[in-house]
C-alpha cells in the first residue's frame, strides 16, 4: 500500500540512525513491526494473572515429581 506522510525531519534522521538503514521504508517499516510487537506484548503482560490454569503449585509440584 502507498502512503504519503509527513514526518519531522529530525525524528526521521532519528530513526535512520537507531534502525541502522538509510532506506526510509525499511527504518518506518521496523518502527511499525516493532511498536505492533510491543503492543502484542502489552496485551499478553495484561492477561497474567487473569488465567485459570486448573492445577495449584503444589499440584504441579507433585506432578513434577512423578515424572
Known amino acids: ?7 519531522q525531519d529530525d ?3 532519528e530513526l535512520l540512525k ?5 532506506v526510509k521504508k525499511e527504518a518506518v517499516v521496523l518502527a ?3 511498536f505492533l ?11 497474567i494473572g487473569n ?3 486448573g492445577y495449584s503449585l503444589d499440584e504441579l509440584e507433585e506432578m513434577r ?3
Not at 537507531?18 to 538509510?22: C, F, H, I, V
Open 1 to 7: 500500500m502507498k502512503t504519503l506522510i509527513d514526518i
Open 11 to 13: 525524528l526521521m534522521n
Open 18 to 22: 537507531e534502525a541502522q538503514t538509510r
Open 32 to 34: 511499525i513491526k516493532t
Open 37 to 47: 510487537e510491543a503492543k502484542r506484548r502489552e496485551k499478553l503482560a495484561a492477561l
Open 51 to 53: 488465567y485459570e490454569f
Open 65 to 67: 515429581k512423578d515424572g
